[in-house]
């Protein structure tokens, strides 16, 4: 793509990024201080966007590099936002719900000054949810004196949230194999698919994939894996989960390894677990013919090529799973204008979003000759690039 070296040198470090201590009170009266962060990679594009990661492992390069990912997430989906991402050092299992809340609050009201409905968009991420969210946002509407639901996304419905958010990761993971299935000739019915991982992201793709009339063949989650080649119907798996808290001993299936599942011979292997699951010492193994990435990073660079070399079409996390963002756009969209649309309205508009946003990006992979990761990165880095010359960035 040629990227003028002026624009590589800006995009390459983050605009900002902050780090907090934050005292809490914990419930046996001992006060223990946290480290947290909040980096802003780009706002060139609109007002940064990204999630906040509660996690023991949390450090300020790895939200520097969950900022950079939602930067080129947001500009593959053409979204009027940059990227940001937050984080806390904690394990939050060790918390009791007051302490989260206390931890949650004394984060706000340290990043405070650097967010805001036009400045920074914070959302969910791993082990934070729609409860913490609501925290969050009456934290920072107490700090303003307003009420403020446009400063954050992924809330409960009943304040200011937004109906299809809870699916809409795993939809634009079905749209995005959808969209591969077709582009290579094959009908759905004619299609498998085996999916690992069975969140929130995995279990909406695979009964939203089930949904479109691909059979799901394969299951998993940290516990183990589960096949049948006649095919699992995974709203029963569901409940299955609901009741044993796994999808392994699920009547019918027969118990496979997680490796297992990653090599299983099907249309669609979609890896939404987490990340550095494909590597080099797996890659060769993969016999799917097409990779739809619902976790973040599931594939290292080194495996990459090796499935580019066994032609396998991998559908890039930054396009395959910005279906999340996309639906956190319109919550952010509907929370400004206090106007709330249907469930329809929502699935519709994320439906037709994601299948513009597939195209444009396979169109740029046959131009360039170039797979659909590289060719999610020059749609991306060509919007940054676009907006940062009018802007006079260089
Ligand atoms: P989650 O915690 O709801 O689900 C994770 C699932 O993966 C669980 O079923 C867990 O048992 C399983 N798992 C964990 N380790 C595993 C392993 N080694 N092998 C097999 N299964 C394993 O999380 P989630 O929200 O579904 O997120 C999953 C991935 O998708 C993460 O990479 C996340 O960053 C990414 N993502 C999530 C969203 C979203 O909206 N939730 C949006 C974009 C990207």
């Not at 969050?136 to 809330?155: A, N, R």
């Not at 299983?264 to 890659?283: F, G, H, R, W, Y």
């Not at 329809?344 to 360039?368: H, N, P, R, S, W």
Request: proline share 5%.
């Amino acid at each position: 793509m040629k990227l003028d070296p002026n624009a590589a040198a800006i995009i390459a470090c983050p605009e900002r990024t902050l780090e907090v201590s934050i005292p809490v009170k914990m419930d046996d009266g001992t006060t223990k201080v946290f480290t947290g962060y909040r980096s802003q990679h780009s706002t060139i594009m609109g007002p940064a966007k990204g999630g906040i990661r509660y996690h023991q492992s949390v450090n300020m390069d790895e939200v520097k590099t969950l900022a950079f990912w939602m930067t080129c997430k947001c500009a593959v989906a053409n979204l009027p936002y940059g990227g940001g991402k937050g984080g806390i050092i904690v394990d939050p299992s060790k918390l009791s719900q007051a302490e989260l809340e206390r931890l949650t609050r004394g984060y706000i009201d340290r990043i405070a000054p650097i967010i805001g409905e036009k400045m920074d968009i914070p959302a969910p991420d791993m082990n934070t949810n729609a409860q913490i969210m609501g925290w969050m946002m009456d934290e920072y509407s107490k700090l303003k004196g307003q009420y403020e639901p446009g400063f954050i996304t992924g809330k409960p419905i009943c304040i200011g949230g937004s109906l299809g958010r809870t699916a809409a990761t795993g939809r634009g993971v079905m749209v995005a194999a959808g969209e591969a299935i077709k582009a290579m000739g094959i009908k759905p019915e004619e299609a498998t698919c085996a999916v690992q991982g069975f969140g929130n992201v995995g279990s909406w793709t695979a009964k939203l994939i089930h949904d479109l009339g691909v059979k799901i063949v394969a299951l998993s989650d940290v516990y183990g894996a589960i096949m049948n080649e006649d095919g699992l119907d995974p709203y029963e798996v569901e409940k299955h989960v609901q009741a044993t808290g796994s999808v392994v001993n699920f009547p019918g299936s027969k118990a496979i390894s997680n490796a297992d599942l990653l090599a299983m011979e099907v249309t669609v292997l979609a890896p939404c677990a987490m990340e550095l699951q494909i590597t080099k010492d797996n890659a060769a193994d993969v016999k799917a013919k097409i990779i739809v990435e619902g976790a973040n990073g599931p594939t290292t660079p080194e495996a990459d090529e090796i499935l580019d070399k066994n032609g396998i079409l991998v559908v890039p996390d930054i396009l395959a799973n910005g279906g999340g963002v996309t639906v956190s756009y319109f919550e952010w969209v509907q929370c400004l204008y206090r106007y709330f649309w249907t469930e329809e309205e929502v699935i519709d508009k994320q439906t037709q979003l994601m299948i513009g946003a597939f195209k444009q990006v396979y169109d740029t992979a046959k131009k360039y000759e170039v797979n659909m990761r590289t060719a999610a990165y020059i749609v991306a880095l060509n919007r940054l690039d676009e907006a940062m010359k009018f802007r006079g960035a260089y």
